[in-house]
């Protein structure tokens, strides 16, 4: 410093070249690195989106599964009599809540919430001697403010660790769903056991319990393999290498316009990087994230009707009197064809097989007193059987 003027230590003719010179960036390097991005930005959305569609496979086979193994164990297992019939009605009313059971306390898995003490959860498996229920109790939440949850949700800092419930457990917690499945073969063993469940149905509801294992599986395996953290980290890198010199890049081709330009092109750059963090785990609580809690209730709801019903006998649909076994082509009930022979009843199928399209939805579409108001010869196709039966 020389008399309170700082001394610089470049020359004045250095400062004035370097102050005049403007900086030009070849648009070429902007296309180039928009490409690179673009492409980075691909492969976070796809992989996040294949973990989205993954996850929401797995709930579609276990409410397949589950329906399809609460129907054959309600349909096919022997109701003895007397005290015998009511344990037996009772065994398959407790396999069927295990079934929805499974389904709950894979979806508090998936969310690392391993004890048994949920509102959801417990009245369903209380009373199992399993490793979640003596290892303790969840612990309870603060609730957050409105503010501070979207804020949050807004900047995606301060996260916090949703594994916390697995590394504050004091015991081993084992893997409920895992041990649901161990009771529910228990239960098929016994109904072999005493004979009240058919060999043959036997194979089909262990295949069901493999199902169930198989889903198990893979939901664990979706929500344990994201994106490899070193692809995470570059991604990010390059996106914001991208952005803080897009300036730089579109100052000398467009002026002041390149401000709202880039604040766009951040905008939506951003957006979809964040898309892919949002979707990357789809079995949180977030709105982005599938309805798990919807899904559960549409399990319990469908195995509910099925046993809301003894399984249905033959004579209570074939030879039902408002039965209608050659509709559309005859709406007469069955008490007008028992007296038919069997080539009879082939030849109205073969009547009706004849028929197009159009005159079976024009048949079906029809209001109902027309259809009523049709004599026998004018029903389509002319059968046998409403002949036989006027």
Not at 4 to 12: D, E, I, K, Q
Not at 76 to 92: A, C, P, S, T, Y
Not at 115 to 120: H, L
Not at 323 to 344: C, H, N, Q, T, V
């Amino acid at each position: 410093m020389r008399n309170g003027t700082p001394v610089s230590f470049l020359s004045p003719r250095i400062l004035v070249i370097l102050t005049s010179q403007k900086v030009k960036v070849p648009p070429s390097i902007a296309t180039n690195l928009g490409i690179l991005v673009g492409l980075a930005l691909n492969l976070r959305i796809y992989t996040a989106y294949e973990r989205y569609m993954e996850g929401r496979k797995v709930w579609s086979k276990l409410s397949c599964v589950s329906a399809s193994l609460a129907r054959n164990i309600w349909m096919h297992v022997i109701e003895r009599d007397g005290e015998l019939g009511k344990q037996d009605l009772l065994g398959k009313v407790s396999f069927l809540n295990l079934v929805v059971a499974f389904a709950i306390a894979l979806k508090h898995k998936i969310r690392f919430e391993p004890y048994t003490r949920y509102e959801d959860l417990q009245d369903l498996v209380g009373h199992l001697d399993t490793f979640a229920r003596v290892a303790g109790q969840p612990s309870p939440r603060e609730p957050v403010r409105p503010f501070m949850k979207h804020l949050n949700n807004l900047l995606r800092v301060a996260e916090a660790n949703p594994r916390r419930e697995l590394k504050r457990a004091k015991r081993p917690l084992g893997n409920l769903p895992l041990e649901i499945l161990s009771y529910m073969g228990a239960y098929i063993q016994s109904i072999n056991d005493n004979e009240t469940f058919k060999s043959l149905s036997t194979i089909c509801v262990v295949d069901n319990l493999q199902q169930l294992d198989d889903v198990l599986v893979t939901a664990d395996r979706i929500l344990n393999t994201p994106l490899p953290i070193a692809y995470t980290i570059a991604i990010s890198q390059i996106t914001w290498i991208y952005l803080l010199t897009l300036p730089i890049q579109l100052v000398h081709l467009m002026g002041w316009i390149s401000v709202p330009v880039v604040l766009v092109s951040a905008y939506i750059i951003l957006g979809m990087a964040a898309i892919g963090n949002e979707i990357e785990n789809p079995f949180g609580i977030e709105v982005n994230d599938l309805p798990v809690e919807l899904y559960c209730a549409q399990i319990a709801s469908d195995i509910a009707i099925i046993s809301s019903r003894p399984a249905a006998k033959f004579e209570d649909y074939v030879l039902h009197p408002d039965a209608k076994p050659l509709y559309p082509i005859d709406s007469k009930g069955s008490r007008y064809w028992p007296d038919a022979s069997a080539e009879d009843i082939r030849s109205a199928l073969r009547t009706r097989a004849a028929i197009g399209k159009k005159s079976i939805w024009r048949r079906m579409s029809a209001p109902v007193d027309i259809l009523e108001a049709l004599s026998p010869q004018q029903s389509m196709g002319g059968s046998t059987l409403n002949q036989q039966g006027a």
